[in-house]
């Protein structure tokens, strides 16, 4: 028995809208409060990061695209890997939902340099979604070394830049380093 060409496409449009959907019925504001979207919000220290369709972080859902590929194909090696995409965008659906709760939310205000974080807006959950689509199919067709190489890269890019990235994001949630979080608020305008 064949597969639709279509459906798994259909699959992963339907979890975006689902996300949407649930962000909403949780009280997400669909977009930024400043009352219009940007393609790019790079001001991390203003009240509209992760507010709009790609900022800073989308490096870190780029790079969830890379690893949730490497993860996916070697659990599930005979699943196509349109499939595989859309267990990605499941668990990524799924985190991003679970990111923008009061625990989550009030984690990272507690034990992060991200003070003011009040949650993603619901365009900016959708990039982070497809970010994570575009790594994933940009994983499934570079070598292995390539993709390691640019996840570092990002990953470099972002802790020079905003002194953030996936890795001290995970690591200031689950095990908090006050040094890490020292470092991290050098960065943060004096108006403060």
């Not at 979890?15 to 790019?40: D, E, H, K, M, N």
């Not at 800073?56 to 349109?82: D, K």
């Not at 799924?94 to 340099?113: G, H, K, P, Q």
């Not at 996840?151 to 006050?178: H, K, Q, S, T, Y």
């Amino acid at each position: 028995m064949t597969t639709v060409r279509w459906l798994p496409w259909a699959a992963m449009a339907g979890i975006l809208a689902a996300v949407a959907a649930i962000q909403f019925a949780l009280g997400r504001v669909p977009i930024c409060t400043c009352g219009y979207v940007s393609l790019w919000h790079g001001d991390v220290w203003s009240s509209g990061n992760s507010q709009h369709l790609t900022d800073w972080y989308t490096l870190s859902h780029l790079a969830h695209g890379f690893i949730f590929y490497a993860a996916l194909r070697w659990l599930f090696p005979a699943w196509p890997m349109l499939w595989r995409a859309v267990a990605a965008l499941l668990i990524e659906g799924a985190w991003e939902v679970v990111e923008n709760t009061s625990l989550i939310i009030d984690r990272y205000r507690e034990v992060t340099a991200s003070l003011d974080y009040y949650g993603d807006s619901i365009v900016n959950s959708f990039g982070d979604g497809v970010a994570m689509l575009v790594g994933f199919f940009l994983a499934a067709r570079l070598p292995v070394v390539v993709s390691i190489v640019v996840v570092l890269a990002m990953e470099g890019l972002a802790a020079w830049m905003i002194r953030d990235n996936l890795a001290l994001n995970v690591l200031m949630l689950v095990w908090p380093v006050d040094a890490v979080r020292e470092w991290q608020t050098q960065g943060m305008p004096t108006s403060r």
